[in-house]
């Protein structure tokens, strides 16, 4: 299955993860809409990498659903090759502007950004 940057979309439904007796999400209900870019913020603990991970493979929830353009995620490798994630902590040059990060982060996961707004 392949997907292209025009019909990608993010949504979760009811999403949640635990670890025995941890709960990283609880009923998390979002959505990203195609051209959108997301930015996770809020406090150690509050799920926002678990979602990401989520989204790119490594981990799956406990319940509810991950979708990209309406379809689960579960077990679609091909999805890892649509979503970039830029890490909290890069420290590449220190004088780049988001646009250019989002742009150095997009040409080095093999994409050519045609659509980033400052």
């Known amino acids: 299955m392949e997907f292209s940057q025009q019909n990608l979309g993010l949504e979760t439904k009811g999403l949640r ?3 025995e007796d941890t ?3 609880r009923n998390l209900n979002s959505k990203v809409d195609t051209g959108d870019v997301c930015c996770f913020l809020g406090q150690n603990g509050a799920g926002k990498t678990t979602t990401i991970n989520i989204f790119l493979g490594p981990k799956e929830a406990t319940s509810g659903e991950a979708l990209v353009n309406g379809i689960p995620v579960i077990g679609m490798e ?3 090759k649509e979503i970039t ?3 909290e902590f890069v420290q ?3 004088k780049l ?3 250019e990060y ?3 982060f ?3 996961a093999g994409k050519i950004p045609t659509d980033i707004m400052a």
Do not use: E, F, H, N
Request: aromatic letters at 8%.
């Open 106 to 108: 997009s040409r080095l």
């Open 97 to 99: 502007s988001g646009t």
């Open 92 to 94: 590449l040059y220190g």
């Open 23 to 25: 709960v990283a999400l």
């Open 17 to 19: 993860k635990s670890y």
């Open 102 to 104: 989002l742009d150095l």
């Open 78 to 80: 091909v999805i890892s």
């Open 85 to 87: 994630q830029i890490p």
